[in-house]
């Protein structure tokens, strides 16, 4: 079964490089998510590009906004946190936790631990 990997900071550098692994390591749906769906869409689109698929897809997502981490979360087996957001990290893995995703962040550290 095809998982469905939501990249939240997805269109940044560290964002972008998880991407590209997953693209030649998984045969995973990727979903770029950001606060600007241009922006998501352009690499998305670059990605596709680079390795002839069609499976990464860019998505507006706010991470201020609750409403929109569970809309973005739904439909999605792991979340992967590639921003630093540290004063949204409470509220991005409580989402995580509602939603019955997996869930990592590749930049928590103890400003993020600790706000």
Do not use: W
């Not at 950001?34 to 990605?47: H, I, P």
């Not at 739904?74 to 590639?82: C, L, N, P």
């Not at 630093?84 to 962040?105: G, H, M, S």
Request: overall charge negative.
């Amino acid at each position: 079964m095809t998982k469905n990997i939501l990249i939240i900071g997805g269109y940044g550098n560290a964002g972008s490089c998880i991407a590209m692994l997953l693209m030649q390591e998984t045969d995973a749906r990727i979903f770029l998510g950001g606060r600007s769906l241009e922006k998501a869409k352009y690499v998305a689109e670059g990605l596709n590009r680079l390795e002839n698929i069609q499976r990464v897809e860019g998505v507006r997502l706010n991470v201020e906004d609750p409403q929109s981490l569970k809309e973005a979360f739904s439909g999605m087996d792991i979340v992967v946190v590639a921003s630093n957001t540290p004063e949204y990290a409470r509220q991005i893995a409580v989402a995580a936790l509602e939603a019955k995703v997996d869930y990592i962040d590749i930049q928590y550290s103890d400003r993020k631990l600790h706000s």
